[in-house]
Structure formats: C-alpha cells, structure tokens
C-alpha cells in the first residue's frame, strides 16, 4: 500500500513551453503532498507543500507563477512549469502523506528536460 | 533555519564489515529525524525515523543531541545494503516540512 504515482516519468520540451506534471496517490488519500526539485548529484529541496482545496505553501525563492501547483482532489496534485527554460531542467519529485499521518510517500520522480 | 549535513558523498564498505553513514542537523528545537535510502532504479524510501527506535534491514540510529548527530549503523553490511542513503530533518512546530542532506551512495564491496 501507499503508492505514489507521477506522470510523466520523464518529458522533453522546448523553450518557452508549459508541461504539467501529476502526482497521484494511488491507495490512499493524501491531504498534503509536496513537491520537490533534484539537480544532479544534489539533494532534494522542498519546492512547495501542496493541500487539498487551498493554495500551495511556496518555498523561499521559489516562483509561485513560474511553477503552478493545484491540489484539486485528495489523490491528485499537478505541477505546471511554465514558460520553461532549460535552467528548469531538472528531476521534479512529489510526495504524499496519507490523511491523519505524517508519513510521505514518494513518487518516482519525473524528470523534464527543456531545450 | 534548519540544516542537514552529510560529510560523505561516497562510502565504500567491505562485505561483513560495519557501516556508519554520518549525520548532522542543526535546529533551534527538538526535530524529528529519518533516514531515506533509494536503491538503483528505485523511489526514495523511509528507513527509519527517530521517534520509532527500531532496527530495520539491520540499521539502527540514535539520536545524539549533545552532538546535534544522527549517524545510521549497521554490524555487518550486505551488497544489498549498495544504495544512496539520505538524511532528513522535520521540525516539531506543526510543519511537515522535511529538509534532507545532500546524501551519501553507500557501495558494499564482495
């Protein structure tokens, strides 16, 4: 149990494109998931905490226009990048925390490459 | 603020030999404390976390807050063990926010 999808699993796009990611918990209900970006051979950083049915929390730094979060149901959470350029490129992760714990779940990554 | 550090990027143990992974936080409060690892070609997954006090694949943690340390162990390491194994922080004010270190890949040598 407690299964968390992305899809993509991977995407290639051109600049000044939008690609949306999703991130779904496959076995559970998931009032909050996160979102995550990896450069190579760095760690995760926390890009924005997602809660159903209200506005995502961003991170210091992070562009709330240039990487939109919706939370509309409690198993599915998208990130769109938007108006992508290739220093965007990078391995975009979510998680998600079955409602009533504080487990996270994560998916397996989607990793988008924009030319 | 609060900060995770992994002074190894890379580790390479000998098949039955013990295994330390280090860790270090720093935070102002009383943090709650996990271990993940990733296998190749796998998701990120919890190990272990702090509050559970359990051993799971054979790894253990301690706490050590004298130290503001969280170093992962085990006896005798196995080549299933070969994974990258992060650290990560929460804090205790009602936010699940999870800070993780910059990991370390973890290689068991036949």
């Known amino acids: 149990g407690a299964v968390v999808s992305q899809h993509p699993s991977w995407v290639i796009c051109k600049s000044g494109t939008s690609v949306k990611i999703e991130c779904r918990s496959l076995?559970?209900?998931?009032?909050?998931m996160f979102w995550y970006r990896q450069f190579p051979k760095q760690s995760l950083m926390l890009m924005a905490t997602?809660?159903?049915?209200?506005?995502?929390?961003?991170e210091q730094g992070v562009e709330k226009d240039k990487f939109l979060i919706n939370h509309a149901s409690l198993t599915l959470s998208t990130l769109t990048v938007t108006s992508a350029h290739p220093e965007d490129s990078s391995f975009y992760i979510c998680?998600?925390?079955?409602?009533?714990?504080?487990?996270?779940?994560f998916g397996p990554g989607t990793r988008l490459t924009v030319l | 603020a609060q900060r995770v550090t992994q002074p190894e990027k890379l580790l390479s143990v000998f098949k039955g030999a013990p295994v330390e992974l280090k860790c270090n936080y720093s935070?102002?409060?009383?943090?709650?404390l996990f271990w993940y690892v990733q296998y190749s070609r796998q998701r990120l997954q919890l190990l272990l976390r702090?509050?559970s006090r359990e051993s799971i694949k054979g790894f253990t943690a301690d706490l050590n807050k004298g130290e503001t340390s969280f170093h992962l162990k085990k006896p005798f390491a196995q080549e299933e063990d070969s994974a990258m194994y992060y650290c990560?922080?929460?804090?205790?004010?009602?936010?699940?926010?999870?800070?993780f270190g910059t990991g370390t890949r973890l290689t068991i040598i036949p």
């Open positions: 076995d559970f209900q998931a009032t909050t």
């Open positions: 935070y102002s409060g009383s943090p709650e």
């Open positions: 998680s998600a925390s079955p409602s009533g714990t504080d487990t996270q779940y």
């Open positions: 990560a922080l929460r804090g205790y004010f009602g936010n699940e926010k999870l800070t």
């Open positions: 702090h509050i």
């Open positions: 997602s809660n159903e049915g209200s506005k995502a929390t961003y």
